[in-house]
């Protein structure tokens, strides 16, 4: 099993994506701002860096995306390290739907889904 923490969010901040510089800020963020509720619209790289940031905060990421798609082409053949992480709870849904039926306070919020 993979260990969630700053040297795994850096190394996967060394990618070559267009996220991939941005990682570390959003590892770093929710853990200096203690989040406790941390809201991903869109999956992909930046579910490991706030899940890692979670684990540190004691909080919880949940993140809203049409399929897990993102997160698994990441690591080829499904290996699931988010899939069971008892700080992410993944949800198949529309950004927009997602939201709309919020109510809860958010701590840390980020966006990065239908882009509309």
């Known amino acids: 099993m993979v260990n ?3 040297n795994y969010v850096l190394s996967l901040s060394n990618r070559d ?6 990682l570390m800020l959003l590892y770093i963020l929710p853990v200096l701002m203690s989040a ?3 809201v991903e ?3 992909g790289q ?3 860096a706030l899940t890692a940031a979670a684990s540190l ?3 919880v990421v949940y993140s809203f995306d ?3 798609e993102a997160i698994y082409r990441l690591f080829p053949g499904g290996e699931g390290i988010l899939d069971h992480h008892p700080k992410f709870i993944f949800t198949p849904t529309d950004d ?3 939201i709309g039926g919020w109510n809860k306070d958010i701590d840390f919020l980020f966006i990065d889904t239908s882009h509309t």
């Open 36 to 38: 406790q509720t941390i």
């Open 96 to 98: 927009r739907e997602a």
């Open 17 to 22: 994506t267009d996220i991939g510089e941005h």
């Open 46 to 48: 930046s579910s490991f």
């Open 66 to 68: 049409l399929t897990r």
């Open 57 to 59: 905060t004691g909080g």
């Open 4 to 6: 969630l923490d700053y």
């Open 41 to 43: 619209l869109g999956a």
